[in-house]
């Protein structure tokens, strides 16, 4: 017997690089980008739903990761004195992480609801 609120069509499966995206910003930094990169790599046989999460969520990984590292890198050379270069990295780090998680969760949305991410379609 079918509920009332069951789903009649198939799981896209979409969901899952979104949450491996948010693991990977929140509790297993490393583990989580290794899994992301593991399903960017066999993306190829999953429908295109998944792929374009994937793509994303491994795109903007890859840019987070480079934005927080180059602009601490980045102030540790202008800053002589450390209490500044202290100030300015954690808030840099800071603020770009909360950035990054907000579009990992506004992602998942569009993903639990069978959209595509908000991300530029030539790079999906």
């Known amino acids: 017997m079918q509920y009332s609120g069951a789903q009649t069509k198939p799981v896209s499966g979409a969901v ?6 948010l693991l990977n910003l929140l509790v297993m930094p490393v583990i989580g980008f290794v899994i992301l990169l593991w399903m960017y790599v066999g993306s190829s046989g999953v429908n295109e739903l998944r792929r374009a999460h994937t793509r994303a969520a491994l795109y903007m990984s890859l840019i987070g990761f480079t934005l927080i590292s180059s602009g ?10 450390v209490r500044h270069f202290g100030t300015f990295a954690l808030v840099w780090a800071i603020a770009l992480h909360t950035g990054f998680v907000l579009w990992g969760m506004v992602s998942l949305a569009q993903a639990m609801s069978d959209k595509r991410p908000l991300f530029p379609a030539k790079w999906l």
């Not at 601490?72 to 002589?80: C, E, G, L, Y």
């Open 16 to 21: 899952l690089p979104v949450i491996w995206y």
């Open 72 to 81: 601490v890198a980045i102030s540790w050379m202008f800053f002589a004195d």
